[in-house]
């Protein structure tokens, strides 16, 4: 405590900079304390960086979160959300002080962890740690992209940097490595990260596990890395980030040897990490500070005047960006249009006139292959439409022809290579859909979609319209075997809520699953392709464009009342087809049922569901090349699901099939049993 | 195509090992042009360094792959599976060339990536990239952990190396990041990691993306680099391996600068990856190393002969071994039991005793309270019982007191600190329970379950007996918010073959499914946690032995005919006891099951099922603060399921409870607008 005592005499001295400092640490403290929940020690830690970076380099407008072109703030540690909501305040956001009065209170703005959408200024929803900084690497990707498209000679209109405050465990978390990787290859000079090295995780002290050369290791990624000795002095944050904000060719990194817990009883400790200081401690901490200990919420006027000018600032940057931007919409109409279509998120006029149609004589294609051919066709008319692959694009299908790769000296590109890296893949998207003016895309194997699940939870909880492309979606991949098949991420990503999974059964149920997934502007959506070639079904050409939308339809025997219904979904419904033809040679009357989409059908007015599976007809057999699990809510008491209840194996695609029993010998005999 | 004809020119010269080294190489050809399916390209370029090493580091017999002392061999590139299928072929495991003949068909031993437990000598299962340098890091850590407990003066009984060969997408990924940065902090000093620097992803040149320094950044990471400049280059190799074997104070990566494709006309390109060079392009290796074109898989005598001494030397060594496990024997004979039990996956007799028992009198208790007080009862008397958590170890008490960290200089320690690194935790998971010796659990929130579900997926794939202690199990954990609230994340898990998730009511169920885990030899234990109090319920005392066992079983009204079944598992069998209650004062007979484990129940006999859900009973409730999918194969055509279809929200437990329809009169009157 000495230390902090110390710090603080030799700090405060009346200087409306430290008033602020305190007003920030003391808003945290006193949240906390009102909410008995929540993290006090980071902002106590953080608040001079956090302060000094607000007011003098962060480039933004609290009144207008939404402007286009300020700079980002990513609070990586999201548990330190009592910091950010105390800037927002202070700042001139519109977030009152009653709010921070219901920290972590039901419908309060101030929840637990930071959530963009929610709260105005929170840039993306962080407390997962690694999500923030990786989601940041997006950003300043996103950044780099917008200005090679639109900046003209004369016009930058889109011109800011990303700045990141982030912890040992944002560090730690290999997310962050991957993307933080990429950002040194892709020079992204432009991305700004504070490390808060406190030196202390919940565990203890970062002794325990975390001893790297932190640094070092940035600079092994191409990073340029700066230190500040002391937290708490402002002029060597000051210093450090004027170097940062200078350094334009490489991502700085920032270690800033900080307290948690400053100025508290349990300073430097573990204990100062989740939970309350408790009446005594928060006292303490403000005497120890020089702070009132009543009343709680305190802010003096001194505070306030100190982000005033900033507030000003903010407030004329953004009016200057609006008078360039009326100035580039003289100079270049048609950009300015396109820059305003699409952060009013409009797709371009017609572009769906691109999707082709698939006839089956064109002769069997794989959905991925069918992906490859709709995303070509699309992406002249969709300049947003932007992606790439985690190292498989030959396989995913997700190389746009001619358009470039994204590189440093070329950020024009719109082919991304995100290496083997589909975590950050996953995060990277996420910030560059933060955008509002990308679209980004993704690919990998379905399988590998476990690699980046935390990404693409985010994406679904912030409502980001992020499409991921998985292919090579069951076992019927073959060779490759047990380790690259997918046995329950179908289902596992089904579960996710607000995420749109499509797994289309042809070509032209590809055409319109990207269709949704343009529109779709709410949630991510997942396509599921398969590696293997399928048949152009001969319905869907009419069927397919309702059908998908609706996420599920009868394909094939729709007329009259069936004995028994067959439901399945991408490859399988080829094989639901064959089975079907049979069974009708041998005088049964069977529906097919292609469910893409089940999010989407359950979506459907009670009376569509009825005409596509009546109550009527309970001998029904699902058909999954996965766990069936799930499935009982569409087959009902009556029915029977084919599925995969175990790992794959390694074999060609069709010796695969016949050893599971995926034929249309096997779909045959299943559905004889249940009709008896 | 200069180059390659020159270097082997320049080496070739009638050498054995260059023949053998050879016959690798075109074994491998031969295997993907017969499966036309495969990657050749790395072990052409791998070859020699992998023949040195095992014909003259690599300490194993291949007569007895279980040795416990022998050295590991991780090949984590497992896309190189045709590599070590001829090295296991020549090095004498028993694996016959008929098997490499079938490489890739069904039921052969020589599957696309390699599976351990399938194919004699492999290790770990390795393909989905990272995970297997990952795995080796917990196979030193493994072979450290044991050496401290059962090494004694002059009796080095456990004392090997582990050896990995990985690829540019391993060291690209997150999990092999955080796994590295625990090895350097661990000082592994017996881990070391040949970093094949071929430079070339599927993609392309890693210029396209991964243009970091790695040594730089393995050095930042604590460990010791050394670099091949010529990977074909036997003296460059044998200098940097015994270099790398005689430092034991630090892990090491080697860079060795290889040449994907080496010899063919496609060297050095991505297009030699992932698919057979072709009958013409493989005729003209051949030519090009100067071996013969036919016969296929041909293996000159000279080529056994290269192995034959290091199969010899291997014998020695193993039954040396076993010699000096006798002499361990006669002067430790306990240890020796010990580890001979553990060998054999025989825990100690009378550990069950331990288990405690708690009564309703105990007062609530959260089920990760009660994990914590069974996990300290029964670890002194599992000391193969050893675990941590990724830095929330308070969260997820997960501590053993008084057990000591393991640390550099104290690797006897049983408590891990994995850091903020779950992924990591996962693998390194994997590769201790790969000794057969070890029983390690590790903790995070069950949110976090979704950064390590590649690593969980693999430890089902492969059967080992981990288990994860998944702590802060629903949204009513409160406070933290939607960031850290599962809602899909059990779904996910039960969706994983072979995985046995228990989400216990009460903290008598805990224990219980302790037991199971420990008994669960074949695969993964997930145990789902509460964070919030939860009564120690009436019935468990007697009920939860067989009842957890069992997966499910009647918790409450088993006697006479109930008007509507209540299913729930975890915090929710509480609130399904609670309106049974009041619906038996209001007159209505219900009965409550708690489901911890589908998969259990769905194991049991059909009589066992329609005892605990007599198919009579169609009105049925199934309760779940998560998503509601799966659960109508339980409730049926006639019941109905109260779950959480969005993500959550940031408040006290109670609250979220009360704002998501979680409360007894919310489920008493679900069940009275069921029975109607």
């Given at each position: ?69 300020r700079d980002r703030f990513v609070l990586s540690c999201g548990h330190a959300s009592a910091l950010i909501y105390a800037l927002l305040h202070l700042a001139g ?155 334009v060719d490489r991502p700085t990194l920032v270690l800033v040897r900080t307290h948690i817990g400053y100025g508290s009883p349990r300073q430097d400790t573990a ?368 029915g029977a699901i084919l599925s995969q209840e175990t790992f794959g194996v390694s074999a060609p695609g069709a010796d695969v099939a016949r050893h599971f029993g ?15």
């Amino acid at each position: 405590m000495t230390e902090a005592k110390t710090a603080h005499a030799g700090t405060a001295a009346g200087s409306r900079d430290q008033v602020a400092i305190n007003a920030i640490r003391f808003l945290a403290v006193d949240m906390v304390e009102a909410a008995r929940s929540g993290h006090p020690g980071a902002p106590l830690g953080q608040a001079p960086l956090a302060y000094w970076l607000w007011t003098r380099y962060l480039r933004h407008d609290p009144r207008d979160p939404a402007w286009p072109n300020r700079d980002r703030f990513v609070l990586s540690c999201g548990h330190a959300s009592a910091l950010i909501y105390a800037l927002l305040h202070l700042a001139g956001y519109d977030l009152p002080l009653e709010e921070l009065k219901r920290f972590r209170q039901l419908g309060s703005k101030t929840p637990g962890h930071p959530e963009h959408g929610h709260t105005p200024g929170v840039e993306t929803t962080t407390g997962p740690l690694g999500q923030g900084i990786a989601n940041a690497v997006g950003m300043a990707m996103a950044e780099r992209m917008l200005a090679a498209h639109f900046n003209r000679p004369g016009h930058r209109i889109i011109d800011h940097r990303t700045w990141v405050l982030a912890s040992d465990g944002d560090l730690m978390e290999g997310v962050a490595s991957e993307a933080c990787s990429l950002a040194g290859h892709l020079r992204l000079g432009r991305l700004n990260v504070f490390y808060d090295a406190n030196q202390i995780s919940i565990d203890g002290s970062t002794d325990l596990t975390f001893t790297e050369d932190v640094a070092a290791r940035y600079r092994a990624y191409g990073w340029h890395t700066l230190a500040v000795g002391d937290g708490n002095d402002l002029e060597q944050l000051d210093a450090a980030m004027r170097r940062a904000h200078d350094e334009v060719d490489r991502p700085t990194l920032v270690l800033v040897r900080t307290h948690i817990g400053y100025g508290s009883p349990r300073q430097d400790t573990a204990k100062v990490h989740g939970e309350p200081l408790g009446p005594e401690d928060a006292a303490r901490t403000k005497e120890n500070l020089g702070w009132p200990v009543e009343p709680p919420f305190y802010v003096p006027d001194e505070a306030r005047q100190a982000f005033a000018e900033a507030l000003a600032r903010g407030g004329e940057a953004s009016a200057g960006w609006r008078a360039a931007l009326e100035r580039y919409r003289d100079a270049h109409p048609s950009l300015a249009a396109e820059l305003e279509a699409r952060l009013a998120g409009r797709l371009p006029a017609g572009w769906e006139e691109k999707l082709p149609r698939f006839a089956p004589a064109d002769g069997p294609l794989a959905t991925r292959a069918a992906s490859g051919k709709v995303l070509n066709a699309i992406a002249p008319a969709l300049p947003e439409l932007i992606g790439g692959s985690a190292d498989l694009a030959g396989s995913n299908k997700t190389m746009i022809a001619g358009a470039g790769d994204f590189q440093p000296g070329n950020y024009g590109g719109r082919n991304l290579y995100f290496g083997v890296r589909e975590h950050a893949m996953g995060a990277v998207m996420n910030g560059m859909a933060l955008s509002r003016m990308l679209r980004p895309y993704g690919g990998t194997f379905l399988i590998f979609s476990d690699y980046m699940r935390p990404a693409i939870r985010l994406a679904a909880l912030m409502g980001l319209p992020v499409i991921y492309v998985l292919t090579h979606d069951s076992i019927f991949l073959g060779e490759d075997g047990p380790t690259h098949q997918p046995i329950s991420q179908l289902l596992a990503l089904r579960a996710i809520p607000n995420l749109t999974l499509f797994r289309p059964a042809d070509a032209n149920e590809t055409a319109e699953a990207w269709r949704q997934a343009l529109e779709n502007r709410d949630g991510p959506t997942a396509l599921a392709l398969s590696r293997q070639k399928l048949p152009v079904l001969e319905a869907t050409a009419d069927l397919a464009r309702d059908g998908v939308a609706r996420g599920a339809y009868v394909i094939a025997g729709g007329d009259g009342e069936p004995q028994a219904l067959l439901l399945a979904s991408g490859s399988e419904v080829a094989l639901a087809l064959d089975a079907h033809a049979e069974l009708a040679r041998q005088g049964i009357r069977t529906r097919v049922v292609s469910m893409p989409c089940w999010r989407r059908f359950d979506a459907q007015e009670a009376s569509y569901r009825e005409s596509v599976l009546p109550a009527g007809v309970s001998k029904r057999l699902a058909i999954e090349a996965g766990v069936g699990l799930g499935w009982h809510k569409y087959v009902g008491d009556g029915g029977a699901i084919l599925s995969q209840e175990t790992f794959g194996v390694s074999a060609p695609g069709a010796d695969v099939a016949r050893h599971f029993g995926f034929t249309a010998a096997d779909v045959t005999r299943r559905v004889l049993e249940l009709v008896g």
